[in-house]
């Protein structure tokens, strides 16, 4: 449960995979392989970015082809997909299922079959990676957008994922609240994915793929992307 | 996300979650095993007073059963059009002792605490093949975990509704509320799936 356990080479391989629902295509197929540390998703609204997002840790099937993770196919090895690749979505209050964190956090936990002394060691652990430990007996709803954050992120990356996908993270925080993800973010060992519209928050990362229509347009380095991204959008 | 649990450290919240949950279960019971109007009415006051001792506001509490008051009413001017009225009151007594004991049970048990102990409870009937423990204690959670944001929900479709000028009816509110909660409800399934916290 700790980052003891996570494979420092992270592989994760498109062949040929797309979604489409009946008629419309959510993602054309596509073949790629990520393996940096930090990727960004860029595009405009509906553009498949999500799906590509939830493909890799199995919650967004392919209708064609198949999506790797470490060798282990998203369809047939699902759970342990879903063991590498921790998920935080764009409402971190719609994955965060128990009123105090400490509980949540723990919660991931219990079906693995830890005893509560193992549980309150990782929830220790996880708070206090990120200097929060007062953040546990807090309940919440009475966080801020930025503390919500983190503490979705405590409650995933207990669990010891090798990649994390973050899907807006910094959506509608103020400043202050950006400015803390965006450090936490900073801050990860685990490889990342960042899905977003904060070009700001992404501008230094090496990766970063620019979806158009179901499709990708533009697969460069943080600056080169951006300027295609701008180009679309205009 | 707000919850039905109220902090505090009266003897309803030290008792055992076990014990609350299968007292409940007893109470609910004895309540059908009996139409004495006086028995139920007696019922009534005592669930009010131990009700009121968890740390609400008689408003407060009040406030959050106003929706299950309204059900109960209902319920009972349905009872009067095919029965006597003291079998509507006999009715409204027994739900209203009920629904007393059962808030105060949800207002003094953690949501973990809930979870924890109705999958316990539901081990014996894993065991027998007929579904997994784990599952119906998160379903429980989960309602318990939900209840206050639908109504925050439905608050905010009420407040959408006048700043058009418009007046908030069943009839207009009802699917809005459906289709958020549903979408929500994906939103939480998914993230249940992406945190491995079904794992079987």
Known sequence: MNADHRVPDLNIR??????????????????????ERRVA???????GKTTFARMINGLAQPTTGRVLVDGL???????????????????????????????????????????KAAIEAAVDGVLDRFGVRDLGSRRAHELSGGELQIAALCSVLVTGPNV?????????????????????IAGLSESVIVIS????????????????RGRIVADAPAAEAIARYREIAA | ?????????????????RGKLLGLAAFSVALFLTHDILLLGLAVAVAGAVHLGVGLSPAEAFRRLRPVFVTIVMVALFSLLFNPLREAAVTVLRLTALVLFAATVTA????????????ALARPFERLGLFQAADVGLAIGLVIRFVPEILDRHRAIQEAHAARGLKAR???????????????????????????????
């Open chain 1, 14 to 35: 498109f062949e040929n995979a797309g979604v489409s629902y009946g008629a419309r295509v959510a993602l054309h197929p596509l073949s790629l392989t990520l393996g």
């Open chain 1, 41 to 47: 998703v860029i595009g405009l609204n509906g553009s």
């Open chain 1, 197 to 212: 519209h904060d070009l700001e928050l992404i501008s230094d990362f090496e990766r970063v793929l620019v979806f158009d």
């Open chain 2, 1 to 17: 996300m707000r919850t039905l649990h109220v902090e505090g450290n009266t003897w309803a919240h030290r008792l055992p979650a």
């Open chain 1, 73 to 115: 196919d998203t369809a047939a090895d699902a759970k342990a997909v879903l063991g590498r690749v921790g998920f935080i979505f764009q409402s971190p209050q719609n994955q965060i299922i128990l009123p105090v964190v400490r509980d949540d956090i723990g919660f991931g936990l219990k079906s693995r079959g830890l005893n």
């Open chain 1, 164 to 184: 994390l996908i973050l899907d807006e993270p910094t959506n509608q925080l103020d400043l202050r609240n950006r400015a803390l993800v965006e450090r936490t």
């Open chain 2, 170 to 200: 069943w009839t207009t509110t009802l699917v809005p509320l459906i289709i958020l909660t549903l979408r929500d409800a994906d939103t939480v399934a998914a993230a249940i799936d992406a945190r491995g916290i079904r794992r079987h």
């Open chain 2, 108 to 119: 003094t048990t953690a949501v973990a605490a809930f979870i924890d102990e109705t999958t």
